[in-house]
């Protein structure tokens, strides 16, 4: 079946430094992905998108990548901060031209821990 | 805004026995969804409704579960019988309607079946 998943379970990173969390996605069909961030106890944040009519996006320090050829995508997050410690999940929303709605499959998610 | 609003956050129940969740979505999202999450797991779709209709039930056991949006606003997930392994976080999303919009999702809430 499709599944998105992520390759690093765990990433540390110093506080200031650059983060890169990355997915790979298996459905060639998706055309919309999206960039989760969970805290603990909370249920998952909105941080960015992106349509696959697009290879970048940046918003207020994370830019999202995606590589069709590939089928990768990637969020980096720019001067990591302690607040950015949480569990980040990428999820693909197959094209809705094929029926497939809005509906998320999500990946099993990196957990990032910023280190002071 | 206000948010995504789930009630309870927390619910202790013995299997067999039969739970409700509840959910307000964010005023004027159309769409609303049901996601269960297992510890250490991304977030699985149960059922999405768009307004009071169902859009997609498929991953929904329907043997146990049942969620309802009968006004089109607010929404009810029910378990019964529960078994041990329904034992998750139960997330809530809205998002604006069907097309590629974010979903929005509240805090959850966390059952234990014992």
């Known amino acids: 079946g499709e599944s998105v998943g992520l390759h690093l ?23 919309y992905f999206i960039w989760y961030k969970q805290e603990s106890g909370k249920g998952p944040q909105f941080i960015i998108d992106i349509r696959s009519n697009m290879d970048k996006r940046q918003g207020q320090r994370v830019t999202v990548l995606l590589n069709k050829t590939v089928k990768h995508l990637s969020l980096q997050i720019a001067a ?9 999940f990428c999820a693909e929303n197959p094209d809705i ?20 | 805004e206000a948010g995504v609003a789930q ?7 013995e299997k067999r026995q039969s739970v409700a969740f509840w959910c307000n979505p964010i005023s004027g999202h159309a769409t609303l969804y049901w996601y269960q999450q297992i510890l250490g797991q991304g977030p699985k779709l149960l059922i999405q409704f768009q307004n009071n209709g169902v859009v997609d039930d498929s991953q929904l056991p329907k043997d146990r579960f049942s969620a309802e949006r009968l006004k089109g606003v607010d929404s009810t997930l029910k378990i019964q019988p529960a078994k041990l392994e329904d034992s998750a976080v139960y997330l809530c999303a809205s998002s604006l309607d069907r097309g590629r919009s974010p979903l929005h999702f509240g805090n959850g809430t966390r059952l234990t079946v014992t």
């Open chain 1, 9 to 31: 379970p765990t990433l540390s990173v110093q506080e200031g430094d650059n983060s890169i969390i990355n997915c790979a996605y298996s459905n060639s069909a998706s055309d």
């Open chain 1, 80 to 88: 990591t901060q302690p607040g950015d410690s949480a569990v980040y």
């Open chain 1, 97 to 116: 031209l094929t029926g497939g709605g809005n509906k998320l499959t999500f990946g099993t998610g990196t957990q990032l821990k910023v280190e002071l």
């Open chain 2, 7 to 13: 009630s309870p956050r927390y619910k202790i129940i």
